[in-house]
């Protein structure tokens, strides 16, 4: 058995896995149906406009497996630059693995002065990461992320 390696923040439980689809309807049902994980709810996600209204840029799907752990697909509605230059250069497939923490400043700020790079900065709530050789996968760190089927459904359009 290999040793474990010290690490700069210890990571010992996996929230939540995301990945970007072309349609997350047609993924989730696939997914469904396939595999019996579901069931699946839907939330338009996006930044504000200068007049507090929210612009439509993410569908996201979302189911839980018996373990807990969140499954997210993203499907891009309007081309942003945070999910779109991550889709042209890598195309539909795994996004991020999420990380619930408690401390997400301070374990960010620990992480870059070990070389990370925050990509999206949500602020104390939520961090979005690459590292030296990553792989080309994002990690998120967030303090609170909520359960999402007890949220408002989109319904089919």
């Given at each position: 058995?290999?040793?474990k390696?010290?690490?700069?923040?210890?990571?010992?439980?996996l929230?939540h896995?995301?990945w970007?689809?072309?349609?997350?309807?047609?993924?989730a049902?696939?997914?469904?149906?396939m595999?019996?994980?579901?069931?699946?709810?839907?939330?338009?996600?996006?930044?504000?406009?200068?007049?507090?209204?929210r612009?439509?840029?993410?569908?996201?799907?979302?189911a839980?497996?018996q373990?807990?752990?969140?499954?997210e697909l993203?499907?891009?509605?309007?081309?942003?630059?945070f999910?779109?230059?991550?889709?042209?250069?890598?195309g539909?497939?795994?996004y991020?693995l999420?990380?619930?923490?408690?401390?997400?400043?301070?374990?960010t700020?620990?992480?870059?002065?070990?070389?990370?790079?925050?990509v999206f900065?949500?602020?104390?709530?939520?961090?979005?990461?690459?590292?030296?050789?990553?792989?080309?996968?994002?990690?998120?760190?967030y303090?609170?992320?909520?359960?999402f089927?007890?949220d408002?459904?989109?319904?089919d359009?």
């Open positions: 058995m290999t040793e390696t010290s690490s700069v923040v210890s990571m010992n439980t929230d896995i995301a970007l689809v072309k349609d997350a309807r047609k993924t049902a696939a997914y469904e149906k595999l019996g994980i579901g069931p699946w709810s839907f939330h338009e996600r996006g930044s504000k406009d200068a007049n507090g209204k612009k439509k840029e993410v569908l996201i799907a979302y839980y497996t373990n807990g752990v969140e499954l993203i499907q891009i509605l309007k081309d942003t630059q999910h779109s230059d991550f889709a042209e250069k890598h539909e497939g795994l991020h999420g990380f619930k923490r408690n401390d997400v400043l301070g374990e700020a620990e992480l870059v002065a070990h070389g990370a790079k925050v900065d949500l602020g104390k709530g939520c961090q979005y990461l690459r590292f030296p050789d990553d792989g080309g996968l994002i990690t998120e760190l303090w609170n992320h909520p359960p089927l007890e408002k459904l989109i319904p359009e």
